[in-house]
């Protein structure tokens, strides 16, 4: 590639990372077309095609992605009436959100508060069934990775990969990655959203020096409990209660001084919410 087509691929990443930054940060604020072509400094004809391009959809689907899965978590994580969610999400009506709410996880709003895949997770909570999902226990070896920290609500980490993913493919990085996590240091029940502490890792075969942003960081290896989870991100967090409150008291396993790592196993760009395949490893000792 030549210095000039080097640059032009460093200056389209930089402009995109602004505009996904920009979408994460306004999800209650207008986001036209005109508006994003705007933040990315590109004329509105040619900036979206590059943004699709190099995120692997439109902006437009990037804020419809994010204003669901926001208003997902709003239904399984809280008591936060329907309607109100629907304002939330940007939608006019009730009906309008059903619709697009429905077009993305296969169901209403009102059928997946009180049927999605975290309610069987608050049952076996609930039952205090140790056995209700598989679990195993896999040895990992330590480490390199460069992360996008940030400070906030964890639902916040799809921005840092976001940035992750912009800054590296600056670097032309992109490449030489094996693998990805998000590394979650806080526990979300001892803090508030906006203290809580996580980044978005890219692991690397060999030690990296900083990039931008990105610090160099150590997953730290040994044996981690790993529970399988498929569907939307959003009912995770009925997963960990599962997990904290039920399975590791009757494990007989004791918790290493190490950070919760999440895997992300398919795109959500191009994946259905309730296909979606994830993995909560938590650090252990091996009874």
């Known amino acids: 590639m030549s210095k000039q087509a080097q640059g032009t691929s460093v200056a389209y990443y930089d402009r995109i990372g602004r505009v996904s930054n920009h979408i994460h940060d306004n999800l209650d604020a207008p986001l036209d077309l005109d508006t994003l072509a705007d933040v990315a400094a590109m004329s509105r004809f040619h900036w979206h095609r590059v943004y699709r391009a190099v995120m692997g959809e439109t902006a437009a689907q990037t804020v419809k992605r994010l204003r669901l899965a926001r208003a997902a978590s709003e239904l399984s994580n809280s008591a936060i009436r329907i309607p109100e969610i629907a304002k939330r999400a940007g939608y006019s009506s009730d009906v309008a959100f059903s619709r697009a709410f429905s077009g993305a996880y296969g169901t209403s709003p009102g059928n997946y508060r009180k049927t999605g895949t975290h309610v069987a997770l608050l049952e076996a909570?609930?039952?205090?069934?140790?056995?209700?999902?598989?679990?195993?226990?896999?040895?990992?070896?330590?480490?390199?990775?460069?992360?996008?920290?940030?400070?906030?609500?964890?639902?916040?980490?799809?921005?840092?990969?976001?940035?992750?993913?912009?800054?590296?493919?600056?670097?032309?990085?992109?490449?030489?990655?094996?693998?990805a996590y998000g590394v979650f240091f806080d526990d979300p029940d001892a803090l508030p959203d906006g203290e809580l502490r996580s980044a978005a890792a890219a692991l690397?075969?060999?030690?990296?020096?900083?990039?931008?942003?990105?610090?160099?960081?150590?997953?730290?290896?040994?044996?981690?409990?790993?529970?399988?989870?498929?569907?939307?991100?959003?009912?995770?967090?009925a997963a960990y209660d599962w997990l904290f409150g039920i399975w590791l008291p009757e494990s007989g396993h004791e918790l290493r001084d190490a950070p919760i790592l999440e895997a992300y196993l398919n795109d959500p760009k191009t994946t259905a919410p309730a296909e979606l395949l994830s993995e909560i490893l938590l650090p252990i000792e091996v009874a």
Not at 151 to 171: H, N, Q, R, S, V
Not at 217 to 236: Q, R, W
Request: no cysteine.
């Open 125 to 179: 909570a609930q039952a205090a069934n140790a056995g209700a999902f598989p679990m195993q226990v896999r040895e990992l070896p330590e480490a390199h990775a460069l992360g996008a920290h940030r400070t906030g609500t964890y639902m916040g980490i799809d921005k840092a990969f976001g940035e992750l993913m912009a800054t590296l493919g600056e670097a032309g990085k992109l490449s030489e990655m094996i693998g």
């Open 204 to 237: 690397f075969g060999t030690p990296s020096e900083p990039i931008g942003t990105l610090k160099p960081m150590t997953i730290a290896g040994g044996n981690y409990a790993v529970l399988s989870h498929k569907g939307p991100y959003s009912d995770m967090r």
